[in-house]
């Protein structure tokens, strides 16, 4: 039995990792032939320039988190945090390669849903193809949106700090990037779902998600609230204060993000044209919005602003931002920063105190600031600053839909996935491993160490 | 007087702390230490390089108490700091002699603690 | 009495919010109808894609900035001294939208000197507008001009570290970044003062400043001075040793400081071309010129050459290259980095022991090291190289007058801010909080904490 | 005796400023006039944008590369081990700027070797100056390639921490960024020997190495083990455990350097092109599966999977790609990454306990991952995806030749150089110097210090 | 031989040491400790959670003196360390039985200071 | 029973705690000091600032064992943790009153060593 147990704990890695090989060894071979079909249209470079610069920057942005994340856990958890963000970086790349890309912009197999296999394992894009109008290379195109994959499955991550299981976190993102987040992706971005209007769905617009609101935001965030809920809360949640360990890694690693995000929203634009300079003007007001409105808050209510806090609202203006970057004006920018914080700050000032441990605010930040952002959007969305439509009652309800939509699938596609996970790795670290932390229980190294005590073992022993 | 020193586990410290104010205990001193014991030794590993690490991180606490108060004292770590699993630590009683307070040069029993204990 | 100061001191910051809420309300109503009017250029996608790259580039300059500054300082400040240049993010981005941008590129109200309400609350900024022949979206040059004020402010910070009380630094940065920054701003770059040659004065030629020594350094590094004055010293500067508490925190601003200086310098050729090639080599020479002659300096001295030392050098090789990056050759270049470090190094030396409590020697820096880059820029610049003009004694004396002015104004300005500022808030923090440290007395946090003995605070308590 | 060995110790740098200035100076009056001759060519925005951040990118990386080393070695010798990357930033960005760049790029003055002096101190690259096809300005060039040269002289330093004397190690760079590096550069890029198809050497193909997989990594790698020899081990090597103090920034370091990578790599496409969206996935990829092969590695035999692995295998995965980035579809990309990772996994595990102290494993990591992925690329080149040739034997063959050229170059001139540094300096820190750490013997500096105990020297003592 | 142990304010340090300097007392151990006294808490807010530390950073002090130093030590390190504000610290003096020299093996009031102390 | 407290260099460590498991002694804590005694002081610069290092990092090593152990103790360390340079550090034997086992109670000789010192 506990045999058994070890040899699926120990194998199922290795099983996946030969499987991706087997995978990619047929494909690479079927591929070959059909590369050179695609049409060639031209590239344009300067917008071809500006995405290269932006998947570099979203890429970024997961060793911002990995910090961000870092920095707010005890000291004895901090590499487990991190490589949480880092590990992503591996895995999804994969899946996103293997099928992720196909799912969320194939053409669709299923109608609304998608879960095309046009481009799996990469098929059928070739070193000529583009997106078409946007004259991006569709292989750019690739990297670009799985960088948006690899962030959002490691978004999750913040809500199961401190006890979750390693193996069971690996297994669950590399289901979870393909069918949470390339489906969703599909729906928003893709031609699916989301576009209300084009299908004529429940008489509304189209939900308009400028660079990923709800599928990374609400997504991640309601995510990582079921997984909260699955693993339940920390040992020590409620009874012991649990303090960030390393602040300036959290100020360290919300600067990245910051920057970061320059490329993934100013990147949505899909140019270096003028909705990426608004974009990019909207995503320095919105954070900036954010962090008076938390420190004034903050001021008013303790008489300190505090650095926590700021970083916090700085993501707080940024996820609020991001649905509607391209599309609102800058003034709408700072109108969104400013009010997003407000429910944001009372919610997370109240989840620490509640059972519920979503350890480090994933949905305080990222879902509320997905949620209020996304409703804004249809508020501020203006065809001034290059929007479809103009802010109405109905386009706000689309994204309420669309909102709500996100949310349910989420919740049913996370406990699904976290479900089959705990068939094969139990979700939850031993508690006795809490106490002893996980970077030595997961990963037998200390972030910080003096080596005192420590004896080399010879090799063979 | 006596300087109560405990070596305990990192986690029950607050436990303890709480324990001890509760007896009006208030004057205490804690460090950061590793320790040896019965425990079991941890292996870790970076890149090819596999060490055995023989220290667990531990507290020390230093509680300087008046002749009364020491089985109190004792008594209140031992329950408050226990877990009884290998690891707990130990407590050791040392001899002072003397005592100031640096703030009014007050010595002995006047520089430790409250004058009757609270049981 | 203490209740109104307590009421002054935490209402004031509200307040302050809420103004700009209620202008920006309004601001928005009238926007939305005049946007639309700027006459449409087309806009150069390649040009534009380099300065979204830029302002990113910026921004992360301040992050690391915070930690070039936070790494410097006593455990105890370094949260504090860190906000102090992410709280810039915030203030500045917001003063930036309201006037700011309207007083340094709005045609003047005021001949000269600026003050123009063109585009206050962006008013008039749409998405076509461009800024005319660079086909650069008006709105990102916006955003990457906004980038320089909040460097600049923040730059501020490094005199006044471990004693400052943070609601006045908030304070005094919000008007700074308007009066101090923004004017002097138009002076340089929007054709004020400055252009001497333009405005017949004095007989001089036009000031050269390619990417801001005269705006950024020079007047950072003065106002920095006068608070330094103001303020007083530290309580342990001249008695106790104060070491930097995190060495490499300093070096990684250091680097992120050159990386961001790239668009800082690059960037302020408003496009992908030779003159941003230029610039880019300079900001890689002159530092490393700087580094050469520094490590020099310092091998000879003490026979070490030292981390924090190298650190110095880089930014001083910055800010020396800084205002004729795009002007002069690259072998000037390298004759300005070694040049210039000189003083600074005797200068930084003589600093520490004197009684100047420019704590992390803003002056020394930024100050000398403007100035004399200010003044080899008139000695330097090269018509074969793209400068108007060939170096000449008149150029040298023109650089000479704006810098002189430049120090003049900032005197000024700073001390008259800083004043009002005392009027509502202590400059400083009380002394015995100077022992127990900024981070948990001004933001009621650690930068580094072990939660021991920390005790959870039910809430409603 | 004593005395001069001071003055030779404390003399050698300043003279080789000297050195420095006095050719500057002369090259500066001579290079005035010569400067306009180049003929002007089109310059491309598009193209020129994306190298100009390519190249901030590659000087991110060396600060990238101090933070991973420096998380890896003990906390006493931290600055150290930053400083030799720092400091590669100033010497070989001169060294670059006299001669390098000529050696490298200039027309041969020896034929298939070069050692042109057609560039020396930057003479004859104007303005103007295109690097020709590209439409790149000639000076953009210059940067870019001289980041390279700077990485590729800090990469060296990571065999050799914790005991080589900080002057010799300067010394040492100065002279091998020059027939070290920019030699070996012409070989590869510059038309030299490595062309052996134009050439008809050997009856092979055109060496391919598309970034940089023999001149910077084989090379420095082999220059690293090398110098380790010659050095000897550390005293504790193989007595003592000797951990990472600090690994949060090992992890930084490798996030940054990946990020960097992405301009590494795709801005040897030189332009914003389709060859560089390929070059760009190929450098997500790669590593991607570098990190699941090695984790899976790592789960396998430890049951464990560790986050100082994982940084390693992102740097392996980086450099297996390297050479082949922009030749090579996606799915091989993979492949390599999962190829690669193999042998560099178990070399790196053997390493540490045989009696070679190669410290921070540069041949482990980018010697074998840059042999294995230059081969690779023989296999996987594909005209399909931009190569000039498909994968074939020949071309498999060409590699190894070039492979086995530039181990055999970098082992005699690294041989020699430092033999010659030798003569000046001695190459090693006194034993006792171990124990105290070179943070404190070699810059006289902590890199955490809390100032305890410390007292302030009044000037003149 | 007596170990005169002193818990005193971190910024005191240089301030008590050079005087234990000039009277000639060079022997001594300074570890970093975080102690709870009679002074106030301090309260801390890292998002919604409030925390109270109970514990000061305090550093403390060994100094190991023959019997005739004793008396010197203590005061020195009382006028030197005193502030006068709650928080100043205790020092407690205990009895050694017996002290080495690691490098030469020499013991007792050999091992630790100089033989005669200087007023 | 005694406290063998020893001040040893930092990198001595291993071969000491070695030394110390060969003779059966496994109970001891360790923590990071400074201290300051014959060795020469480091000189540090950071830009215009020169410091004079009066402290160097060492360890403290806290060794509870009873009577029959005190001297195997001291000799064990004395040996394992000399170099002979100035700086090796010191030694001393602190007499203990009490020592409990926190996991279960047990008090004295029980609580700290094995039964018969090995050689
Ligand atoms: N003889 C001793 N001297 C000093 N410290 C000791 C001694 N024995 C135990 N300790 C301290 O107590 C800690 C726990 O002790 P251990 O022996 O593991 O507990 P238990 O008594 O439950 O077996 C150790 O890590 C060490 O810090
Ligand atoms: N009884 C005690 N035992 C151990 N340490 C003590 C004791 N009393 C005080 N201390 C140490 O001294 C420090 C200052 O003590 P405190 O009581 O606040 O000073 P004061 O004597 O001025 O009131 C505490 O933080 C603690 O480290
Ligand atoms: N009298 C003392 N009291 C407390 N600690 C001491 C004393 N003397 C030495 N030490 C500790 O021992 C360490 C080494 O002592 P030192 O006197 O330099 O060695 P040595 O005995 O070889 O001259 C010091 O750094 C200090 O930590």
């Not at chain 1, 339940?232 to 100020?251: C, E, S």
């Not at chain 2, 292996?43 to 991180?57: A, F, I, N």
Request: charged share 15%.
């Amino acid at each position: 039995m506990n045999l058994l147990k070890r040899f699926i704990e120990k194998g199922a890695a290795p099983l996946i990792v030969a499987a991706y090989l087997c995978v990619f060894f047929l494909v690479s071979l079927v591929g070959a032939q059909e590369e050179t079909e695609a049409v060639a249209s031209t590239i344009n470079g300067a917008d071809t320039g500006w995405i290269l610069v932006s998947t570099a920057f979203v890429i970024f942005m997961v060793v911002g988190l990995g910090f961000f994340y870092g920095g707010l856990v005890r000291r004895k958890n901090a590499l487990n945090t991190m490589m949480m963000s880092f590990i992503a970086l591996g895995i999804v790349s994969i899946t996103w390669a293997v099928i992720g890309y196909s799912f969320a912009y194939g053409s669709p197999n299923v109608n609304l849903i998608g879960l095309s296999f046009e481009f799996f394992g990469m098929n059928g894009i070739g070193l000529d193809s583009t997106t078409g109008d946007d004259g991006i290379p569709k292989i750019l195109d690739f990297a670009f949106q799985g960088a948006f994959a690899i962030i959002t499955a490691a978004l999750i991550s913040g809500a199961i700090v401190e006890r979750m299981r390693f193996s069971a976190y690996m297994f669950f993102i590399t289901i979870w990037s393909v069918l949470g987040y390339a489906v969703m992706a599909f729906w928003v971005w893709g031609g699916g779902l989301f576009d209300f209007g084009e299908h004529n769905l429940f008489g509304l617009n189209d939900a308009i998600d400028f660079a990923g609101g709800t599928v990374v935001h609400i997504n991640a965030a309601v995510a990582a609230l079921v997984l909260a809920f699955m693993l339940g809360k920390r040992k020590d949640h409620g009874n012991k204060a649990m303090l960030p360990h390393q602040v300036p890694f959290t100020l360290l690693g919300a600067g990245i993000l910051w920057v970061g995000w320059f490329g993934f929203n100013g990147g949505s634009a899909y140019g270096a044209n003028a909705t990426a300079a608004l974009a990019m003007t909207n995503t320095l007001l919105a954070p900036a919005a954010a962090i008076v409105a938390w420190a004034t808050l903050d001021y008013f209510r303790t008489g300190k602003v505090t650095a926590v806090g700021l970083a916090t609202a700085i993501i707080v203006g940024l996820v609020a931002i991001t649905p509607g970057a391209g599309v609102m004006g800058p003034i709408a920018a700072i109108v969104v920063g400013l009010i997003t914080t407000v429910p944001c700050y009372f919610f997370i000032e109240w989840r620490a105190s509640s059972g519920l441990d979503d350890s480090l605010d994933v949905f305080g930040a990222h879902g509320l600031g997905g949620i209020v952002g996304s409703l804004l959007t249809g508020v501020f969305v203006s065809t001034t600053w290059g929007g479809d439509v103009d802010g109405s009652m109905k386009q706000f309800m689309s994204q309420l839909v669309a909102v709500l939509i996100a949310i349910g699938y989420s919740v049913v596609i996370t406990f699904v996935i976290a479900s089959i996970t705990r068939v094969f790795f139990p979700l939850r670290a031993q508690e006795s491993l809490e106490d002893v932390g996980l970077d030595v229980a997961m990963h037998g190294e200390e972030a910080y160490s003096d080596g005192e005590g420590a004896i080399l073992i010879p090799i063979g022993d | 007087m006596k300087l109560v020193t405990a070596f305990i586990r990192k986690e029950k410290l607050i436990d303890v702390i709480s324990a001890l104010f509760e007896k009006n205990i208030h004057g205490l001193t804690v460090s950061n230490v590793k320790g040896h014991g019965g425990e079991g030794e941890k292996v870790e590993t970076y890149r090819g390089t596999r060490v055995k690490k023989e220290l667990s991180e531990k507290l020390k606490l230093e509680i300087g108490v008046s002749d009364e108060f020491v089985d109190l004292a004792v008594k209140t770590v031992m329950s408050s700091a226990r877990t009884g699993n290998v690891g707990d630590g130990k407590i050791f009683v040392i001899p002072v002699e003397k005592v100031y307070r640096i703030r009014t040069g007050e010595e002995d029993n006047q520089a430790v603690t409250p004058l009757t204990p609270k049981n």
